[in-house]
């Protein structure tokens, strides 16, 4: 089992920037791909950000330029720096891991419990 814990939204004023953390315990023997969602009330949950344990990073469009999504391998930790936000921006952000168990060539897909990211205008 793998465990995340997410850390660092809240409240900024439009404009301004926030650092999303998200650490992996557990069990851990592989993590192929870390990235972060987002959930806006009433709407989906939409990918913002993910990147590979080789470091190729994807974006949305809606954040190219703004966020840079970023992860250090030996603390199983992903982060997401966000510079310029817009009320769009809120809403609820997940992390999320791909995990290869010991012994399995499987990859199991975790969640975190989510961070609440508010933007006022």
């Known amino acids: 089992q793998v465990q995340l814990v997410e850390s660092g939204g809240g409240l900024v004023q439009s404009g301004g920037s926030l650092r999303l953390s998200c650490a992996a315990s557990g069990r851990i023997n592989s993590i192929n791909v870390m990235g972060w969602y987002r959930q806006a009330p009433g709407k989906q949950r939409e990918l913002v950000a993910r990147i590979t344990s080789g470091g190729t990073t994807n974006y949305a469009d809606s954040v190219k330029g703004r966020f840079t999504i970023s992860r250090d391998n030996a603390k199983n930790t992903v982060y997401l720096q966000m510079i310029s936000l817009k009320p769009e921006d809120t809403g609820v952000y997940y992390c999320?891991?791909?995990?290869?168990?010991?012994?399995?060539?499987?990859?199991?897909?975790?969640w975190g419990q989510g961070t609440q990211v508010t933007v006022s205008s």
């Open positions: 999320n891991v791909d995990h290869k168990p010991w012994g399995s060539s499987r990859l199991y897909d975790y």
